[in-house]
């Protein structure tokens, strides 16, 4: 992995990534992000979670036209992106609008206790292409993804504002992505956020119980009944759990547990690629058209202790419940926190194991 | 409050209830459930929580063309209804669908735990004009309606399968409701679900530690504050919470806790119905348009142990953040539990605030 890195004209990071070597001479980029961006968290006492605020982002100065692309590379002062020209792979930059940033101060005074909200908005664009898609990159342009999100997770994990770092994509209109130039995003948490919290906390107990990884037994039990799987490679696996909450939820993985991106073996990683490209291509495959999901990486927090218990994965929620159909969530997921289900994940893995892809 | 109990043809409930007498001769709607209703549960390892499978829901035999009202009252076999033909405000029944049910048994083996979905799902028809909604009722009737969730909780929390009542309505299509005759619904879960679990929790560490209810305790700052605040009545407040995940959240709750409907004294009940007649106009004034949300009503545990820390309340959450911009749940909110608010409660508590209701 070659990588350069740069600060843009209002103090924001820019950071290359490519297979090949980059050209030291590219310039950063020229879009600037707007003046008083300041985010504050509140404390919602009832759940016992923070919230943050990020009022600034109602009040963009900046209104392209429709058509314009701020990922798509741009030396030209009468029309700024975020990208600046060159020959590289993927480009990672601190958000504009971010939700958390290291800049945040003097939080406002409320009835509930508040704090600057510290941390990190990173946007990760996928590749120069505006008409690609994740899954359509080659393997190695995937295997560099999951590189950058390890180096990505490394470097913000020497903030002392920074306790869990998350990567993720939102795709597709369907779950409010207006911009379509393949990007995904990373926040870099400054607590552990309520759900991988909770997951840390049940993955914990029972490694204490009983000696090995939870998600690893359950893998291990997912392989062998082979019922769910959608791909199985020497070093890593995807499949619709057993426990799915949406109809077409994917869980990807390395088989063995590991802690973070930044841990995995060589030949870990390339299968990993391998499971993520197959079940995109699945995705797209199963009804023709682009599939809008969002995506999200599970690594360990960031706390200084070891976590022999955590599992690197992805999950996938996928908002179809039928070609046409949406799931939407409503009074009993959002409000109880039940999920309801109408599908059995085992009817679903039918659908996707049927869809055949070439790598 | 008058009621008529009475059992459908395929054995589920259908209760009446009206401000006035009801006529004992009504006969039982005859719309019938579908066989082989048999939803199931299945433990998410690491979240640590129940999914609940209602797969027989995709293989409804029922189509009825799309301006078929199954809640529209009718006497007639050639056009069978849910609602019988009668003099009644609000009818409660069995969901035909239902992801619980007192019914379900022999769930699947798993390579996780299942159980039988017990529990039960009821539709809540809030009136029998298809064209009106809760907000436009008037006020005794809605206060009917707050007797009618308070008599249903206690009929539900005599079954030993019922640890916890949750009335909620779903409303607009932008939350997924194609059937617009106004209704809700309510969920009887057979153990206490994540959320109320965890506000429980916070709420009776509170309680423990200062003496008082939680939400009673913030409900006095609000209302001393008056900044959030859309109603203010002898006995009942509604308002913008200072921890709002969602730009136009509103919380409606008596001033005192009190931790069900059902103990709930008339003159507060009766307030209870004004506020919340107050913000259902105010969010139907707001944009002069009907306003979706999703809106649930919390209540205490039904696990047989006193809760002086349980503080009934609804909380309404609302998927616009401006009149023309969906508040879409991604990254952040569904994958890491933190929700990301663009606008300022106080700001949004100005907008409100200044829609004039006639109650």
Redesign the interface.
Same mark, same amino acid.
């Given at each position: 992995m070659y990588s350069l890195e740069m600060e843009k004209a209002d103090g924001r990071r820019l950071s290359l990534y490519s297979r090949r070597p980059i050209d030291g001479n590219i310039p950063p980029s020229l879009l600037e992000a707007p003046a008083g961006v300041n985010p504050h968290l509140?404390?919602?006492?009832?759940? %016992?979670?923070?919230? !943050?605020?990020?009022?600034f @982002?109602?009040t963009r100065t900046f209104h392209p036209p429709p058509e314009y692309n701020p990922f798509s590379p741009s030396a030209s002062l009468d029309n700024p992106t975020e990208l600046p020209v060159g020959d590289y792979d993927i480009a990672v930059f601190d958000n504009r609008f971010p939700?958390l940033t290291r800049l945040a101060h003097d939080p406002p005074k409320? =009835?509930?206790d508040t704090l600057p909200a510290k941390g990190q908005c990173e946007v990760v664009v996928f590749t120069q292409d505006p008409n690609s898609a994740l899954g359509q990159l080659p393997l190695d342009h995937i295997d560099l993804l999951l590189q950058v999100w390890g180096r990505r997770t490394e470097i913000l994990a020497m903030r002392d504002d920074v306790l /869990?770092v998350?990567p993720?994509? *939102?795709r597709g209109a369907e779950? %409010?992505v207006t911009l379509h130039h393949p990007h995904g995003?990373i926040?870099a948490?400054p607590f552990i956020?309520?759900?991988?919290q909770? $997951?840390q906390? *049940?993955?914990a107990s029972?490694f204490k119980q009983e000696g090995s990884p939870?998600?690893q037994d359950?893998i291990e $039990?997912?392989v062998e009944?082979r019922e769910r799987l959608l791909y199985l490679g020497p070093q890593a696996v995807a499949f619709i759990p #057993?426990?799915? @909450?949406y109809p077409y939820e994917v869980w990807v993985a390395p088989i063995k547990a590991v802690p973070a991106f930044s841990v995995l073996a060589e030949e870990q990683r390339i299968d990993l690629a391998r499971a993520l490209k197959t079940v995109l291509l699945k995705y797209d495959g199963l009804w023709q058209k682009p599939f809008p999901y969002?995506m #999200?990486w599970?690594q360990s927090p960031l706390d200084g202790e070891p976590h022999p218990e955590a599992h690197l994965h992805a999950?996938f /929620?996928p908002p179809y419940r039928?070609a046409d159909r949406?799931k939407?969530?409503? %009074? !009993?997921e =959002? #409000?109880? %926190? $039940?999920?309801?289900?109408?599908?059995?994940p085992e009817?679903k893995a039918k659908d996707l194991q049927a869809v055949e892809v070439v790598l």
């Open positions: 509140r404390w919602h006492p009832l759940r %016992g979670e923070w919230v !943050t605020y990020a009022a @982002r109602q939700a409320s =009835l509930v /869990y998350l993720f994509e *939102n779950v %409010g995003q926040y948490y956020p309520p759900i991988p909770l $997951m906390a *049940n993955e029972y939870l998600l359950l $039990m997912e009944s #057993a426990w799915a @909450r969002l #999200a599970y999950e /929620y039928t949406l939407y969530l409503a %009074g !009993t =959002l #409000a109880a %926190g $039940m999920f309801a289900n109408d599908a059995l009817e």
